[in-house]
């Protein structure tokens, strides 16, 4: 199938890092993304990896990519507030179509 | 800052009416994508315009949706007649093909149709 799969929650402390993981199906996809929507939003672009990466740093933002298992994780160092919001992980089609299949999205909850 | 408008932001209309929703995409942008967002469905896509030429408009109800592009700075997503089920939230999002993929959103257009 074409499932791209995530946890519905993730609670964490003010200041912990986070941890949001995502698996997908199609090892042939060409980038993966992090988009972050906050209530009432559109979905904001955060970073992407293109697949022969393995990780990538922004930031606060670290992107883990283990293509054996088809894992992506997005980690958030030194957690607040202002992260709490929905995290939708995301692969690009690989046929050149440039479209995308999303997650079902993780709600993050910053505990201050 | 460049980023994708969307009009209108909010939209509430009774059954049966016409309804359309506007998009100006970033300019230089050559690729367009018109989603709908429910809490049962998630994020699907309806419809995706490539230098202004239709894609796929596969997950688009042919029967009372229909989108198009009259130019190149607007994109447009008609509903008619509108239907209860249709309410949601519908983005748009540009992009261009070959820059790593990327798609940038609207603020999106909450629908609620009585």
């Known amino acids: 199938g074409e499932d791209v799969e995530q946890s519905l929650f993730l609670s964490v402390r003010e200041g912990d890092s986070s941890v949001i993981n995502c698996t997908y199906t199609d090892s042939s996809s060409t980038y993966l993304y992090w988009y972050k929507q906050e209530p009432g939003a559109g979905l904001q672009l955060l970073t992407y990896i293109f697949s022969n990466m393995d990780m990538k740093q922004d930031q606060r933002l670290t992107v883990l990519l283990n293509k054996k298992d088809k894992h992506l994780s997005l980690r958030i160092a030194d957690t607040q507030t202002g992260d709490s919001a929905i995290y939708f992980c995301?692969?690009?089609?690989?046929?050149?179509?440039?479209?995308?299949?999303f997650g079902t999205g993780t709600r993050l909850k910053v505990l201050a | 800052d460049a980023r994708v408008t969307q009009t209108p932001r909010h939209k509430v209309t009774e059954m049966g009416q016409e309804v359309t929703m506007r998009c100006q995409p970033i300019?230089?942008?050559?690729?367009v994508f018109w989603y709908r967002q429910t809490m049962m469905q998630g994020l699907e896509l309806l419809a995706y315009f490539r230098n202004r030429a239709p894609l796929d408009d596969s997950g688009m109800p042919k029967d009372r949706f229909s989108a198009e592009m009259p130019d190149a700075t607007l994109a447009t997503l008609k509903i008619q007649p509108s239907e209860p089920r249709d309410s949601a939230v519908y983005f748009c999002?540009?992009?261009?093909?070959?820059?790593?993929?990327?798609?940038?959103f609207g603020p999106g257009t909450r629908l609620t149709v009585l």
């Open positions: 300019l230089g942008h050559n690729t």
């Open positions: 995301a692969e690009s089609k690989s046929s050149g179509t440039y479209k995308y299949i």
């Open positions: 999002a540009s992009g261009n093909s070959g820059a790593a993929d990327t798609q940038y």
